[in-house]
DNA sequence: CGGGCATTCATGGGATAGCATGGGTTAATA
DNA sequence: TATTAACCCATGCTATCCCATGAATGCCCG
């Protein structure tokens, strides 16, 4: 497996920690894992992008295009490393969610980690539902506009809120 | 870890003295700690940037493109080498901020040390919230502007804009 | 074919070490 | 000698590590 994909749903326990799922870390190690998952909230979502080095090396290409002490680069800087958080992961396979990152996601009780090929997201359980939707809503429509034949979703709601498999 | 990543605030206290973020301190060792950390006024911002080795031979590189006795260059090196400080580690890892530095950013009760790959910065910590809300904003506006090229976040999360290598 | 055992994970709690912070003491300087 | 900066130690908090539990899955053997 290299990409992260599907989503799982886990607590935060009492301590503001969640475990990674599984999968996802055997992601991040053949990735090169090292150390830690680069996390950041998402620009545009009430959600954390997260990812490893490749996300990492992402940021930096970024950057690397920039003339040094241009305005362009230092706003680029602030926007990405000054909100980018280094999570490391313990032995059992979880991370601790700071104050700053729960916060721009309303992370509580539980997150959503949702699979999105080279990273993936975080996101508060009952946002995620709602975005799914609209999400499926859209799909619909363009599948309609393609003139695509079947639905490869019936329309029982198999896919409720489990989230687990 | 070889960059510095991620914001952090401590306080002064009152013989100002500012604990610099261990896992900063972990980046200056690795970076050839020399003992102590180069440090300067931001030129466009009011804030100070700080950095190990790294940071001052990238100074020196700018400085090494400008031909001498040029008017540039004497700008350049007074703004840049004139204001440095070389601010020595304690043993607990804390550093104290010269008048001087305090007073370019309005640095009183407490630091926020943000850090943007290369070196880092140190802000006042609300003049730092505004700065990177509008950091956002801007980059927000930027990406739209050019499609953005490489979203690290993707529109739509329905899908497919991770995915793409 | 079915039942029981082993393994993998998510989760919870307790112990421990690292870190930020505050204060006191000694060394350097004018 | 007075003042300031460097050093050392003490404290509380929080993150980190380690182990225990319990559910779910897969495997092996009857």
Redesign the interface.
Known sequence: MD?FVSTFTNKIDAKGRVSVPASFRAVLERDGY???I?CYP????P?L?CGGER?AK??????AGLP??S??R?????????????LSIDGDGRIVLPEGLRAHASLDAAVTF?G????F?MWEPLRFEK?RA???N??QITRKLFGAGKPLISDDDSGNGGARE
């Open positions: 990409r090292a150390g830690g680069y998402s620009l545009d979502a959600a992008d996300l992402k940021i930096d290409g970024l950057l040094d002490y305005d362009e230092d706003e680029l800087s602030v926007a990405l490393y000054g909100d980018v958080q280094v949702v999105l090929g080279d990273k997201q975005r609209e999400a499926r859209k799909v």
